[in-house]
């Protein structure tokens, strides 16, 4: 057989049923075996977005989603999507194609050295030089991509060896690794420092947002009554309705939650990655924070852990809340704070301007989602006000990129959200400025039938950096620009457009889409004016009389 059969038998045996992507000239003989597999091609308009996909089938279902590129440009194309998995810690196998590497008659064009600009990027990159190598070589790739902490990794396959004829090769089996035991030592440590505490706190991060180490992390915080907090990428881990959660650190400072960091001597960091914004900053002396990971902490001016408990997870959450029992912990202080938080929280709810104001937007989106419901957030203004006052119940339901945190991701990772869960409501959700970066996506989504609803928050304005421009004292100066008749867009797609034009009309338009199936665009203008007023001015001096 070909060796690129031969690939795609490798693929098939670790379980692949999709592939993202744009193929070239130098993937045909690859694009010829899958037309023949079980592995079903799915071709968008662009390679960024193909690879933002295969990272969030990755990030949803733990096994490595795939993305396909031609050589040159199309390879280049991934790289903003390989920083993506990297820091974001989603696994994703890139497949690039070369031209041929024995002889070729083309010289120097369209050759770039995609190994070694892979390099800084992934977890694992090569380039497959024998078809005889390529099932050690593919095993060898998913396993680093999905082992913690889980990654990018890149194979090149050049033209003239997906060409060559192989032997039917075995496949390799996918292995079963037990992940490691936290060390017997470290978990008294850690235990003793908890149980030695006063004011004991709970932080859960974005490698704890795994199904089973939710249930054990809700099992510690109800046998022993810690409050909890979570970084953006750790939303939903534990529901936020909880009587016990005292918000998320969408904030730098100044937040109610920042209050209870500053009050607490140990804190508990289950899952904390220094790619994550620091929620809080560590200082010598101050408290004792204990980490609780599947590797050891990287160590960071503002990030220097006492007690590390190195381990899976959840197995290491189950081990303290066996050793623990509820001490005369007091959180009394801990109390005023969620209490005046939750008081604020409620404030603009049901603010009645328009364009609309984003607590009012965040409000009517929970009102209509389900429990179960995935927001997907691209990155801008919004991203904020939603990871600050919307209240995930559940694991994965509100993915944002709070590590490389780039534009564009936000349609292309709702539509693998919806080719994962098919039977979930899920909703994109953009700024004017991110979704014309993968705007051309909308095509692929229509064709693939999809049932997705975005959001489209329109501000005419790169609306964050806008914010810290006048945060800084800067004048307005250079971040405006003009849009596209969004429903006018969406419907030259073949999608449903809408543009609600007033405040009571939002919520009932995103029912209705939701409930009509098929691809809907709602164009929704937001007022982004009182950010500065609230996120820098209210909320630091409300929670600061705390």
Known sequence: MKAAALFVKALEAEGVRSIFGVPGEENLDLVEALRESSIKLILTRHEQAAGFMAATWGRLTGEAGVALSTLGPGATNLVTAAAYAQLGAMPMLMITGQKPIRTHKQGLFQLVDVVDMMQPLTKYTRQIVSGATIPARI??????????????????????????????????PTEYARRPSPDDA?????????????????????????????????????????????????KGVVDEDHPLWLGNAALSDGDFVHRAIDAADVIINAGHDVVEKPPFFMRVGRRTVIHINFSSAEVDTVYFPQIEVVGDIAHTIERLTDALTRQNWDFSYFDKVRHAFQQQLGQYADEARFPMHPVRIVSDTRKCMPDDGILCLDNGMYKLWYARYYKARQPNTVLLDNALATMGAGLPSAMAAKMVYPERKVLAICGDGGFMMNAQELETAVRLKLDLVILLLRD??????????????????????????????????????????????????????????????????IDYSDNHRILDEEIRRLSAAV
């Open 186 to 234: 470290a978990l008294v440590q850690a235990a003793e420092a908890i149980s030695n505490a006063k004011h004991p706190i709970l932080m859960i991060g974005a490698a704890a947002n795994r199904q089973r180490t939710a249930v054990a992390l809700r099992a510690f915080i109800d046998k022993l009554g810690i409050p909890f907090f979570t970084t953006q990428m750790g």
């Open 460 to 525: 005419d304005a790169y609306g964050m950096i806008r914010w810290k421009q006048a945060d800084m004292g800067y004048a307005d100066y250079g971040m405006q620009f003009s849009n596209p008749d969004f429903v006018q867009f969406a419907q030259a797609h073949g999608a449903h457009g809408h543009r609600p034009a007033r405040a009571e009309d939002f919520l009932p338009t995103l029912q209705r889409a939701f409930e009509e199936g098929g691809v809907h665009l709602i164009d929704l203008a």
């Open 139 to 172: 095993r060898e790739a998913f396993r680093r991509a999905e082992e913690e902490r889980p990654g990018a990794v890149h194979l090149e396959l050049p033209e003239d060896i997906a060409r060559d004829e192989v032997e039917d090769a075995i496949l390799l």
